[in-house]
């Protein structure tokens, strides 16, 4: 899913006469949090492959062992939870003048982790 509905009215000559936004606050506001989760689950896996998981879950894997994989898990987690915060305290007034920006404000927020582990 294209959050971006955005429309460009041109002349003949191919000159912008208007952009058209027609993006809703709630609509950009779900698709961005649905990326970052995936790009969070995407980043766990590649960090902790979904296996090692299961291990540390029955119990297989213990000790130091288990400690630095769930620091891995709980380093992206928390980036994950940083990014929905800042995505949900984007506030819209309701007011059509406000939208465009309230949805740029949304989409800026973007995945930039970088483990420090």
């Known amino acids: 899913m294209n959050t971006s509905k955005k429309t460009v009215v041109c002349d ?9 936004d027609d993006r809703q606050v709630e609509d950009v506001r779900a698709y961005r949090l649905s990326r970052i989760r995936k790009r969070a689950n995407r ?32 380093e992206v987690r928390g980036y994950c939870n940083t990014l929905e915060s800042q995505i949900n305290a984007v506030q819209w007034d309701g007011k059509a003048k406000t939208r465009a920006s309230a949805c740029d404000q949304i989409e800026a927020v973007g995945w930039a982790f970088v483990s420090q582990l």
């Open 12 to 20: 003949q000559e191919g000159n912008v006469l208007r952009v058209i």
């Open 43 to 74: 980043a766990i896996e590649d960090a902790v492959p979904e296996y090692k998981q299961r291990n540390i879950a029955m119990g297989i894997i213990t000790g130091s062992e288990k400690t630095s994989l769930l620091a891995k898990i709980n």
